[in-house]
């Protein structure tokens, strides 16, 4: 489970997009559209006029004019917007910019670890979440665990930190996978061998981790796997409430969405029909197992939902709490097994290596001890984020003024990214080479095979967060992870279709655009 409750801004180039969609929502709404425009437009002006008097900055980055800021850089760009801030950032002295956008606050955003680690722990009070990212997420996350700052925060935390702790948890998770992979997945990639048919590896790595995520918080399970089926309702609703709440990100002022959300129309109709649909499914789950428990006056489950529950929790911050898990790990392990497989792919040998560590290990199951073993396995896996992070940005926002260890300044109220999609591409950080799929880079010793893994400094590679906020889930993900990708490689080989270079698209969770059509084949072992 990753930091999938990471909100991910600069999707810049949706702005136009985003405003059209507005205005069109207003003008179907004849009664207002004047009130509208005449509200709207001295607001713009009161923040147009306030951003150009904010004080300067000496800053690096694109370039910035009065009132449209960087827009003419962020259209020119607006389809290559992750490679430019990436190429920004490595030109700058000290891998750090600051960006000016069109009525928004100053945006520094940063590739350099030490700033990182400044951010995330060294002054950790100073850089929360923010009024702005909590309001973003407010209306689906509610007060739940990702959306929260302050005491409210630290009190979750504790409750989720003793329950990722318990072993019994460790032992569900792990009979989870073995019933969700031997049972279902496993069996779908047979017969899909057997027809030789295409299928979207992406798609069917989502329906399974939101299985094993459903499973694991919920204690419940009915996303069937067949891709050519249609995905459960829960699915859909979180798909939906997703989506837009990225889109409140990309709109080009707050005011918009806001707007769009006291009319009730557009998207933000959308998310709220979404947002009933999932909190009373899961509302109606946490009555039915509270019955049962008083019924029995026991705990009736290992899943999260339940220990939450006979713990004596409030209604709604349970319910919260596990909306917030769910959205964690629904998405991020399959993003980060869908690169994977495709790098691999375009990485025979290093493919083979793999499967010479899997055998080593044949005639064992795939338990907890021998998962921990797939030293390689880890290595690639970790290079496979390195350079394709399942969330790709991370924000904060400074409460007070302050300064960034490379001498970058920070004003009270600035937006503050971390860039874990640019981090792994700084030779400042992984050197000359950084652009190669080199597992062997995450080992002590040159050699893959054999050898001890590195710890590498979690603030050069960020991608579970890290710090006092780092993700709880970490260790489950790599499990779940290592599991089936093993369970796969043993079988099958993973055959692309499509021989270009996929597209990597960073919403809340980054994905690949259209997803990764496969042809799955039975392994010849004789070879």
């Not at 796969?488 to 080989?493: A, G, K, N, Y």
Request: glycine share 6%; hydrophobic share 45%.
């Amino acid at each position: 489970m990753l930091q999938n409750h990471q909100f991910i801004e600069g999707l810049d180039f949706c702005h136009l997009y985003a405003t059209m969609e507005l205005l069109m929502s207003l003008f179907r709404v004849v009664p207002w559209k004047f009130v509208f425009i005449s509200v709207f437009l001295p607001l713009l002006h009161a923040i147009l006029c306030k951003v150009c008097r904010a004080p300067k900055l000496p800053e690096r980055g694109p370039a910035a004019y009065p009132i449209i800021g960087c827009l003419i850089s962020f259209y020119k760009n607006r389809t290559r917007l992750l490679d430019w801030y990436t190429e920004l950032l490595a030109e700058s002295a000290t891998n750090t910019i600051v960006v000016n956008r069109l009525g928004a606050r100053r945006t520094i955003v940063t590739a350099n670890s030490e700033n990182v680690e400044y951010m995330l722990k060294t002054n950790f009070n100073n850089f929360p979440k923010g009024q702005p990212f909590t309001e973003i997420l407010g209306d689906f996350l509610g007060y739940g665990i990702f959306n929260v700052d302050g005491e409210l925060w630290r009190l979750q935390r504790k409750l989720a930190s003793h329950a990722f702790s318990t072993n019994s948890l460790r032992e569900f998770v792990m009979s989870t996978l073995e019933e969700e992979v031997e049972n279902q997945l496993l069996p779908l990639l047979e017969s899909l061998a057997e027809a030789s048919e295409v299928v979207d590896l992406q798609d069917l790595l989502r329906r399974l981790a939101f299985n094993m995520i459903c499973k694991v918080s919920l204690g419940v399970d009915r996303c069937n796997l067949d891709t050519s089926l249609p995905v459960w309702p829960l699915n859909k609703a979180f798909d939906m409430a997703s989506e837009i709440c990225a889109k409140r990100g990309a709109a080009p002022l707050f005011l918009v969405w806001k707007v769009k959300k006291w009319l009730g129309v557009g998207s933000e109709k959308r998310l709220k029909d979404a947002v009933e649909e999932v909190r009373a499914y899961v509302e109606e789950i946490i009555r039915d197992k509270k019955k049962k428990m008083d019924e029995s006056g026991e705990n009736c489950g290992e899943d999260l939902l339940s220990r939450l529950i006979f713990a004596g929790h409030d209604e709604e911050v349970i319910r919260d709490m596990t909306i917030s898990f769910i959205m964690a790990g629904r998405d991020t392990t399959s993003a980060a097994m869908t690169w994977l497989f495709w790098l691999l792919s375009r990485n025979p040998v290093i493919e083979q290596e793999l499967l010479k560590e899997i055998k080593n290990m044949e005639e064992s199951l795939l338990d907890y001890v021998s998962l921990k073993g797939l030293k390689l396995l880890k290595a690639t896996l970790c290079e496979s984020m390195r350079l394709y992070p399942p969330v790709a940005w991370d924000s904060k926002h400074a409460l007070v003024d302050d300064m960034l260890p490379d001498g970058t300044l920070v004003q009270a109220g600035d937006r503050v990214t971390y860039f874990p999609y640019g981090m792994g591409r700084m030779e400042a950080l992984w050197g000359k080479d950084w652009h190669e799929f080199r597992p062997s880079r995450w080992f002590i010793e040159p050699t893959c095979q054999g050898g001890s893994i590195k710890n590498v400094c979690p603030y050069k590679f960020p991608v579970f967060q890290a710090g006092p906020r780092v993700c709880l889930g970490k260790e489950m993900a790599f499990i779940q992870m290592k599991y089936v990708v093993a369970s796969i490689l043993r079988q099958f080989e993973i055959k692309p279709v499509v021989s270009e270079k996929p597209v990597f698209v960073p919403l809340l969770t980054a994905h690949m655009a259209g997803g990764l059509k496969v042809v799955i084949q039975k392994r010849d072992h004789s070879r």
